[in-house]
């Protein structure tokens, strides 16, 4: 007989120590998930088991060795399936996005010239920005900037289609901004991209939370997001398409080997986060039917993820219309579909940092500033106080959002 799980955030919340602390006596509310999110017990057992029992390095004939050696296999079949990569050997690790997408950056633009065209946006985190900045930089290559939708803070895709030509090598972008939340719609980009004979370079780390990544109907050919922000260790993934394995040269350091994977890996990687991301992708399939392959389970797990947040979201949004003196720089639509439970904020009479820090006090836990997305705090002017984001995960519940409320009601309206 099969069994599905039933979801709750009960149970959810159960599985997070890290939620049930209190700080100088009150109990503490994370709504900075963009930022890092908390970390499930499993995970952090799988970690401390990793270091207290099986410490070592690859390679050698002795049982922890061998386990390490096993690790790494079940980590690169693991991310396969969470990103839905046609071989395991599409799968890379590194020190997080920022790191690999530096290192991909140079093997990428090693063959550009002068008048070759890169094509870069303003709703990005600027890891996925400045790299190709200066990539291009060295080969005298153009590189273009698609704008924001001023009033909803999203992509304007039909801007960035026109500014795709012949001349286009590269274009680098993400599946949800880290800072408004908004999802952008990349399949037209993808298709003009590779209409012209261009590479897609594709930043995941916010949509990683809240949407299964799916890179084979993508159809992109680099993927990038970072465990720690999907309730797992500080670590990066990468995804390169089957095509480029073997034929990207990467600037190797030995012992970097010359096939698969690991000929884009620099020295030895974390294990210890190698045995927590395997142990996140379980926590994240958990809510699919037992006994399905880990993808299956994935696919049911975030269908419930997905349907939760929608609702915090239509919370959220719900309480906002009812508080004075603030505005929402994002899509005013619930729908999970168009955007993340992340919530960008600015206000009338108050710095977003003077908000964050009385937040703080109460242990109501958010982020202030322009979170490097630089193009789109450029764009808007706003670039000396930025946003204040309120990010929601999975694990909160709308007694928080009715916490941070009430907090927000009592300062904005002494
Ligand atoms: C959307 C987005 N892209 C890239 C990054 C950089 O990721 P990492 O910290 O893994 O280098 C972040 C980090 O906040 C992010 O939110």
């Known amino acids: 007989m099969t069994f599905t799980p039933e979801f709750t955030v009960d149970k959810v919340r159960a599985q997070f120590n890290a939620l049930h602390q209190t700080h100088n006596d009150l109990p503490v509310t994370f709504f900075d998930g963009p930022g890092g999110s908390q970390v499930p017990e499993s995970v952090l057992e799988a970690m401390v088991s990793y270091l207290g029992h099986y410490n070592s390095n690859l390679g050698a004939s002795y049982f922890s060795s ?48 002068a008048g070759d065209e890169i094509v870069v946006t303003a709703l990005d985190h600027y890891a996925n920005v400045s790299s190709w900045q200066q990539a291009a930089e060295d080969k005298s290559a153009l590189v273009h900037q698609a704008p924001i939708i001023p009033n909803d803070g999203s992509l304007d895709v039909e801007a960035l289609l026109n500014l795709i030509n012949s001349n286009t090598r590269l274009v680098a972008l993400t599946l949800a901004s880290n800072t408004t939340g908004s999802i952008v719609e990349v399949a037209p980009v993808i298709e003009a991209a590779k209409r012209v004979g261009a590479q897609v370079y594709i930043d995941a780390v916010h949509y990683a939370p809240h949407h299964l990544i799916d890179v084979q109907a993508l159809g992109c050919d680099f993927l990038v997001c970072s465990a720690y922000k999907f309730f797992g260790p500080h670590f990066g993934i990468g995804y390169v398409a089957p095509k480029w394995v073997q034929t990207l040269r990467p600037y190797k350091v030995e012992p970097a080997p010359e096939l698969g994977p690991a000929r884009f890996e620099t020295g030895t990687q974390s294990f210890e986060a190698l045995a927590g991301l395997v142990a996140t992708i379980e926590y994240l399939a958990q809510w699919g039917t037992q006994g399905e392959d880990l993808r299956t389970r994935l696919v049911e797990s975030y269908a419930y993820y ?73 764009q808007l002017g706003i670039e000396a106080d930025g946003v204040l ?18 907090a927000l009601q009592r300062l904005l309206h002494l």
Request: aromatic content about 8%.
């Open 66 to 113: 061998q386990l390490t050696t096993q690790l790494v296999t079940d980590a690169r079949n693991a991310c396969q399936a969470l990103l839905n990569a046609q071989s395991a050997d599409s799968i890379i690790f590194g020190a997080n996005m920022t790191s690999l997408t530096f290192a991909l950056s140079r093997a990428i633009s090693r063959d550009w010239q």
């Open 306 to 378: 997905n349907q939760y947040e929608t609702a915090l979201s239509e919370y959220f949004l719900a309480k906002l219309k009812l508080l004075k003196g603030v505005r929402l720089l994002g899509r005013l639509d619930a729908d999970c579909a168009v955007r993340t439970a992340t919530f960008a904020l600015t206000f009338d009479r108050i710095s977003t940092k003077e908000v964050a820090s009385a937040l703080g006090q109460l242990n109501l836990c958010v982020g202030s500033g322009h979170f490097y997305a630089l193009g789109l705090v450029r």
């Open 389 to 406: 984001r309120v990010g929601l995960m999975h694990y909160n519940t709308k007694q928080e959002i009715d916490r941070l409320f009430i």
